[in-house]
């Protein structure tokens, strides 16, 4: 007998979004916030994506923010790649280089400086995997400088400078331990005021779009109901011309016509407990009369 080999079928539901969108959109939100000031309904509504999704896609905030910072750390190489290609020049390489990192620090893209540094003042000595990453950008980045400077002077191209390249050392500043925590506590709160700041520019923003969204929707109703009375009445004008042409065209129309208005008056004005009082000549009391009398039996036909 042959055994047939079960099919896999794939598990769950295939993801409907761009997880590296989302990791973008994370980012941004990290960067301007700061890891600490960044709170779970900021990441949902950043990245467009419900609870159950972003914990389904990426665990938790935590490790969306290292999927964040492997995005930033990846980028920031890979533009040093491109500014320092070996084979380009190295000079103007590394002035590139240092171009952007002017911009980056400088002017309205300054308010966020660099979410790499951000982080080290904010979780370096405190989470090992941020420690890591930190550590092996600053090394990735420190020798793709040293080899542009070791290109440059191997080119000649120093001298023109004044400079004699001995060799190349990059300096990090490494703060007292003794003050380290309350620079932390410091750049801790400076994202949180900040994050502040975004949080109440966006509730002034949301109260703004209500506000207006209260107008439009009263200006709608407003403009609606002008609409619906003009059509009203320029329907009850058309009934009432083609009433009036109907009843007009000869006396028992007119009589007719004044006989149903007459009606309708009496049917507006009186109630249960009115009290009527006729005449025997009167046109009501001749029609009740009539139609309280007794209709005749005819004789059964032989």
């Given at each position: ?289 009539r139609a309280s009398a007794k209709p005749q039996t005819l004789p059964p036909a032989r």
């Amino acid at each position: 007998m042959r055994r047939q080999t079960p099919v896999q079928l794939p598990r769950g539901r295939p993801r409907s979004f761009d997880t590296e969108a989302a990791v973008e959109r994370a980012m941004g939100v990290f960067w301007s916030r700061g890891y600490h000031a960044t709170a779970l309904p900021d990441l949902l509504r950043a990245t467009k994506l419900s609870r159950g999704s972003l914990y389904a896609a990426f665990g938790d905030k935590h490790s969306l923010f290292l999927r964040a910072l492997d995005r930033y750390v990846a980028n920031g190489l890979r533009r040093m790649d491109i500014e320092l290609d070996p084979h380009g020049d190295p000079v103007d390489g590394l002035r590139a280089c240092l171009a952007r990192y002017v911009d980056l620090t400088s002017g309205a893209s300054g308010r966020r400086g660099c979410l790499l540094v951000a982080t080290a003042m904010e979780l370096a000595g405190r989470d090992a995997e941020v420690d890591r990453r930190i550590g092996s950008f600053f090394k990735a980045m420190e020798a793709r400088v040293a080899d542009a400077f070791s290109r440059a002077k191997a080119a000649g191209k120093l001298a023109e400078f004044g400079i004699d390249l001995l060799d190349v050392r990059l300096k990090r500043v490494n703060y007292n331990p003794d003050v380290l925590d309350r620079i932390y506590q410091r750049m801790i709160s400076e994202r949180r005021q900040i994050a502040q700041r975004f949080r109440s520019e966006g509730e002034g923003e949301a109260a703004r779009i209500a506000g207006q969204k209260e107008r439009d929707l009263n200006e709608i109703q407003s403009t609606a109901y002008r609409q619906v009375q003009q059509i009203r009445g320029e329907a009850d004008g058309k009934a009432t011309e083609i009433y009036a042409h109907a009843y007009t065209q000869n006396a028992q129309a007119a009589e007719f016509y004044n006989f149903l208005k007459s009606m309708d008056t009496y049917r507006k004005v009186l109630t249960k407990d009115s009290t009527l009082v006729f005449s025997t000549d009167s046109d009501l009391f001749g029609l009740l009369k009539r139609a309280s009398a007794k209709p005749q039996t005819l004789p059964p036909a032989r």
